[in-house]
């Protein structure tokens, strides 16, 4: 049995599960709104004692669930690795919880995303070819099918803690906020993609599928407007949700749709960028699943412990 463990701006998840044959099998996971970015390369003051108190509250979770050993692994994204002094904090970290915390290069983010998206059954009826984005708080992942066979991939500051911190200076961003992050978001996406551009075969002909926790908000906003729930998002339907939580303040979309506050208070920056990668690349909606960094991670502690 593992427990995974996934440190990132905004969010502490973990899974606790297995992945034997071919055959991923989930007992638990959690998430829980512990934001350690201060944005730019910077953390909260009590970042380590945050990551901390999520290490131990799991690893206690999943003896809970589980009356045989777990395998506790974890791991840090953008926040800490984009922080000068990582490793004094880890360093603390480890002596609160007794785990060593791996901090993932981009490239790994980026494939043990794609990974976990895969093993989503309706995705993986398209094999590989897919397009592919999570966006955290401090960096969104891109992955792109490609010809030669190598990942095509970016990972790009446009995370919505990082954009929003930058972007948005009261409660509720104004119209002349949202145009300015949109030009960004834009802007950083088509110079990155047209780099990735000779390694797509015919991009829009792929499905989009994203994941993370902006997604997942986005998936239930879109569902309180049609009346049902649906893993496929449209970019109209998108842009519709952006314009309410544009206009609403963080308490009242959470009061309104079930999001945390902490999750709210991001989601219009996370909704221009996906809406913005969207246009980049010319796709009308993206299919939401849940399977996310976490699941690759798992399914990849089996599948490719070299690339960890």
Do not use: W
């Not at 895969?118 to 099918?145: C, Q, R, T, W, Y």
């Not at 109209?236 to 544009?246: A, K, M, N």
């Not at 959470?254 to 796709?283: D, Q």
């Amino acid at each position: 049995m593992n427990l995974v463990i996934d440190i990132g701006s905004n969010s502490i998840k973990c899974l606790l599960g297995s992945f034997q044959g071919g055959k991923l099998e989930e007992f638990f996971e959690e998430t829980r709104e512990s934001r350690i970015s201060a944005g730019s390369g910077k953390l909260v003051p009590n970042a380590a004692e945050l990551i901390s108190e999520c290490i131990n509250y799991f690893k206690s979770r999943s003896g809970e669930m589980s009356a045989g050993e777990v395998k506790v692994s974890a791991f840090a994204t953008s926040a800490l690795r984009e922080f000068s002094d990582s490793r004094k904090l880890l360093e603390i970290v480890k002596k609160s919880s007794g785990i060593d915390v791996k901090i993932l290069s981009e490239k790994q983010e980026a494939f043990f995303s794609k990974l976990g998206a895969s093993s989503d059954p309706e995705v993986a009826k398209n094999g590989n070819n897919f397009s592919f984005f999570d966006l955290g708080g401090g960096s969104i992942e891109v992955v792109l099918p490609s010809m030669d066979g190598e990942m095509a991939y970016a990972s790009l500051p446009l995370g919505a803690v990082r954009l929003t911190k930058a972007g948005v200076e009261g409660i509720v961003p104004t119209e002349s906020e949202i145009k300015k992050i949109s030009g960004e978001c834009s802007g950083i996406l088509q110079t990155a993609l047209s780099k990735l551009e000779r390694k797509i075969p015919e991009v829009e002909k792929n499905i989009l599928v994203g994941t993370g926790g902006a997604a997942s908000a986005a998936r239930k906003i879109c569902a309180a407007q049609r009346g049902t729930d649906s893993p496929k998002i449209s970019r109209e339907l998108l842009e519709s949700s952006l314009g309410i939580v544009s206009r609403l303040d963080p308490s009242s979309i959470s009061e309104t749709f079930g999001i945390s506050r902490a999750r709210a208070e991001i989601l219009p920056a996370a909704f221009i960028c996906i809406a913005e990668l969207m246009k980049a690349l010319k796709k009308e909606e993206f299919y939401h699943t849940f399977r996310n960094l976490r699941y690759g991670l798992l399914m990849g502690e089996s599948l490719f412990p070299e690339r960890l």
